[in-house]
């Protein structure tokens, strides 16, 4: 199965960058399984397909894609979503809940990628057209270490600059000189401000406030972090 044959067999149209993504190979991830860290993320890890070392996100194959998409359709599925409303799945969380192109929301050429929440009922805007979620996801990676798995500071240095050796040539020219900026930098440690005056602690390349500032010069998006039910009854 191909992207052609989901355009085809649901009535979508994938914007011409993911088409473009699948043409240079940084979809093929191969089929997840027991033994994919151990066999296939070694042969992917130096030149990485489409956001490979990004936290929490794992690329579906057109084949989970379709498989996916049968199960969002099911009027028997737990989730009960509005058929109005149209999400077309690409990759998901560890929890999974899905990373979808929402295509009810499509306004001229953009269209938005939102979060299918699998327990909560929302989806969540990230942001305005899969470009913009591409950059969003690298400033987030940059952001954040992962300290939880013991990544250490070349690890993840080295992580995120062959992440740019494969991803720079789909970012503005803005964008990327803006990654590189950072990439050149110092990796600090900074607390993150929770409710009830908590903080939680974090490690990376720039805090979540200068990603926030970033987010907004760069891709602004009115809907961000907006959420909205979907189900049938919603």
């Known amino acids: ?31 997840y399984g027991p033994a994919w860290y151990q066999q296939v993320y070694p042969t992917l890890k130096d030149r990485p397909t489409l956001l490979l070392h990004a936290d929490d996100f794992e690329l579906l194959s057109v084949t989970a894609v379709a498989q996916a998409l049968d199960e969002l359709a099911d009027p028997d599925d737990y989730r009960q979503i509005d058929p109005a409303l149209r ?23 953009d269209l938005p990628v939102v979060l299918l929440w699998h327990d909560q009922e929302e989806a969540q805007h990230l942001a305005r057209n899969l470009a913009d979620f591409l950059f969003l ?12 798995n013991e990544v250490s500071d ?67 998006y009115d809907k961000y972090d907006d959420c909205f039910a979907y189900g049938a009854a919603g």
């Open 1 to 31: 199965m191909t992207l052609s044959d989901i355009e085809r067999h649901y009535g979508f149209t994938y914007p011409p960058l993911y088409k473009q993504l699948e043409h240079d190979g940084m979809l093929n991830v191969g089929e």
């Open 87 to 109: 999400f077309i799945p690409f990759a998901q969380t560890g929890a999974g809940d899905h990373y979808c192109f929402f295509a009810s929301g499509q306004q001229d050429a």
């Open 137 to 148: 996801m690298l400033l987030q990676s940059m952001a954040d270490q992962d300290t939880y």
């Open 154 to 220: 070349e690890e993840f240095r080295e992580q995120l600059e062959k992440t740019m050796g494969t991803h720079a040539r789909y970012l503005t020219a803005r964008q990327a000189e803006v990654l590189q900026a950072l990439l050149a930098r110092d990796i600090i440690d900074y607390d993150v401000a929770l409710p009830k005056g908590r903080t939680e602690a974090h490690r990376g390349l720039l805090t979540d406030m200068e990603l926030a500032s970033l987010r907004a010069e760069l891709i602004a």
